[in-house]
């Protein structure tokens, strides 16, 4: 069995959220995360990119989705990628 790698986009909540904080608090909660980039959109808002690598399993890209939509301060995540490695 080999490894999945997925990018996500995660859209904070508002421009006040606390890009540092919600960078650490993605770390913490999703430690697979090998790189986290932030995404200029507008009007003082920034989009996270991250990617991730898990195991292929059943649900396990689902998984980690869910998780980060949980997380406080996010206001949407979505898987933009996912490949084999």
Do not use: N, W, Y
Not at 15 to 41: F, M, N
């Amino acid at each position: 069995m080999g490894s999945v790698a997925i990018i996500l986009k995660i859209m904070p909540e508002s421009p006040e959220v606390d890009i540092g904080a919600l960078k650490e608090s993605i770390r913490t909660q999703v430690p697979e995360t090998r790189d986290i980039r932030e995404e200029p959109i507008g009007f003082g808002l920034v989009a996270l990119k991250i990617a991730v690598i898990v195991p292929d399993e059943a649900g396990a890209p689902d998984a980690v989705e869910q998780k980060l939509r949980e997380l406080e301060g996010v206001g949407s995540a979505e898987i933009v990628e996912l490949t084999l490695t």
